[in-house]
């Protein structure tokens, strides 16, 4: 018998994890140069030329309101599905792992303020808890 669930790439920023549906990630690339682009929302870092397609790229440490950290070779760019023009990059600390978590396992998302409508849910698994990301809340304004 085969558990029903939904399968993410996970990332981290710091010590926390955070979950992206792997049904949405496209490519995992290293850091780039990222172009600013005047009058951009203010989680947004710039654009980037990834063979010839311009993407732009959320910073997810200044969405959820946290400090940069100083760069180093495992930063990565999570080239998802999403946004109104397609693709999305999503600037994050480093990968960790592809998980699948069953539904009993992922509970609704908390009533939070600010980040409340970025969260799809909360993954529970192996006693850690990693914050599941609605990437169509998050990308709605790329």
């Known amino acids: 018998m085969t558990a029903t669930g939904t399968t993410y790439l996970t990332l981290l920023l710091g010590d926390e994890e955070y979950g992206v ?4 990630v496209r490519e995992i690339i290293g850091t780039q140069p990222v172009t600013p682009v005047p009058d951009r ?4 870092d710039g654009v980037i030329n990834l063979r010839g397609v311009v993407i ?6 200044r969405a959820f309101g946290l400090g940069p950290c100083e760069p180093d070779s495992q930063n990565v760019i999570i080239v998802v599905d999403g ?4 693709r999305v990059g999503l600037a994050a600390d480093r990968v960790s792992e592809v998980i ?3 539904d009993a396992d992922v509970e609704p998302p908390p009533r939070l303020a600010s980040t409340g409508t970025l969260v799809s849910g909360i993954g529970k ?3 850690r808890i990693r914050i599941l990301l609605d990437l169509t809340r998050l990308t709605n304004d790329c």
């Open 21 to 24: 549906p792997i049904t949405q």
């Open 41 to 44: 929302p203010a989680m947004v």
């Open 56 to 61: 732009p790229v959320i910073s997810l440490r």
């Open 83 to 86: 946004g109104q023009d397609g």
């Open 100 to 102: 699948t978590f069953a």
């Open 125 to 127: 698994s192996q006693g």
